[in-house]
């Protein structure tokens, strides 16, 4: 029944998505008509052929769709998943971007995916999801059990990437009690930026068809 749930919910998220995706096209439609109107008007002085009009009005639709498509699918959304007071209780300090080896390993552990590099070439990141989400915390880094935002996990991932001259590994894992499909908005952010800004090799679970 939770996977059916889940995967009811990825099928909204699509329907959703389109329906963004063609009112984007229709704006765009609508956008680029009047732009050619007004450049008939005050700068031709004069009508211009109505193919030309038809060629742009689908251009500008087509090129707005595209836009809105790449928001939608790639991950723009807001993070809906889960409520909290927003208060980390680890001991850890964001500020400074340090952890805390005193702190308790009480954090289940997954079993080992094969393939993965040595572990100090790599990065292990939990996302966070439904009840174990804290305000905007979604992540855990290692073994620190303080949740984290995407900008103290961006700053802790970088200073363990200067740390070493080898291609660095961010691993991403799931807690079992609420586990996220990989094209989670959460998910995605920390994805595209340790692959596009941070130049990371990111490894994501496997899913559960």
Sequence with gaps: MLLAFFNTVRVAKLIEG???????????????????WMIDKYVFKRPSPAFLHRIGRMLGGLILAILVAMMVFNGGGGEGDGTGDGTGNGKSSPVNGTLDPTTPNTQPQPTPR???????????????????????RFYLVEDDLTPRTLEEVKALVQQKKDATSKTLHLEVQYRAQNTLFNDHPSVSRLRIWANRTAGLAVDLPPETP
């Design 18 to 36: 389109a329906l963004a995706t063609a009112g984007g096209f229709l704006v765009g439609y609508v956008l680029a008509m009047i732009l050619g």
């Design 114 to 136: 094969k393939h993965l590099p040595p572990a100090e070439e790599r990065v292990r990141v939990t996302v966070l999801g439904g009840t174990d989400v804290k305000g905007e």
